[in-house]
């Protein structure tokens, strides 16, 4: 399935600045994975050591997170917009 992965302002910059990036996944986690193959860089930004989505960072499939569904084994579908939300200080 073909996916859109929207790139917030702080990751653009490993990854030459796109905004967002298509990759062929059936899960979340497949196309988190496929996304840090292609742009190594972004590794230590998006996963913990145990390579799981950092706790600060949220994912959503269109407008749900996926903590609400089944996490990166969430499946998609070709079409589908992964948005990735980095974390945001203040208030």
């Known amino acids: 399935m073909s996916?859109?992965?929207?790139?917030?302002?702080?990751?653009r910059r490993h990854a030459g600045q796109a905004k967002v990036l298509e990759?062929?996944?059936?899960?979340?986690?497949?196309?988190l994975g496929k996304l840090?193959?292609?742009?190594?860089?972004?590794r230590d930004s998006?996963?913990?050591?145990?390579?799981?989505?950092?706790?600060w960072v949220r994912v959503f499939l269109g407008e749900r997170d996926i903590d609400d569904q089944r996490g990166v084994e969430t499946p998609i579908a070709d079409g589908d917009v992964i948005s990735i939300i980095p974390p945001?200080?203040?208030a």
Do not use: C, W
């Open 36 to 42: 840090v193959e292609a742009h190594p860089a972004m």
């Open 46 to 55: 998006l996963f913990d050591s145990e390579g799981r989505v950092k706790q």
């Open 3 to 11: 996916v859109t992965i929207k790139l917030p302002t702080p990751l």
């Open 23 to 31: 990759v062929e996944a059936a899960t979340v986690g497949e196309a």
């Open 88 to 90: 945001i200080a203040g």
